[in-house]
Each structure stands twice: as structure tokens, then as C-alpha cells.
């Protein structure tokens, strides 16, 4: 079993900005969880950055932001 691609999903969720609107610059975990709790509610966008949303709305109600917070620590984001 190969878990490098799982671990480089959540290495892009951790380092993953908001792209638009009031949070737009913000790390997703950094996004409040009752904004997570309204796409859940309304729907996630399509695409890429649903799938991050919905994944990060999943660890934020779980309780799951400080396995976020290591894996940016110790996992800085690549540079291009």
C-alpha cells in the first residue's frame, strides 16, 4: 500500500490559500469554521478547491487542525 499520494493531498490541504472573496490569502484551516459550516450548508464549489474546502470543514469538526498545523511545520510548502 503507497501512501505518498495521501501525504501529498494533505501537505497541498495544509499550504492550500483561500483564493477570493473576504478570507482570500488565508490558509483553509485558518477559515472560520462557521464560514466551512455555511459551504456545507449552501454547497461546496465545484472542482478542486470544493474538494479542499469540504475536506478542511471535515477536520475542523472533528478536531483535527493540529495534525493541519504539524504537517506545516514540518512540511514547508515546495517552492516553484
Known sequence: MNLNPDKEKLIE?????????????????????????W???????DGKLGML???MHEIKV?????LIRRVQKDFPPKKY
Open 13 to 37: 490541504l495544509a499550504h492550500y490559500r483561500m483564493p477570493f472573496g473576504k478570507f482570500k490569502g488565508r490558509y483553509l484551516v485558518d477559515l472560520p469554521e462557521p464560514y466551512l459550516v
Open 39 to 45: 459551504f456545507n450548508q449552501k454547497g461546496f464549489p
Open 53 to 55: 474546502l469540504k475536506s
Open 62 to 66: 472533528n478536531g483535527l487542525e493540529p
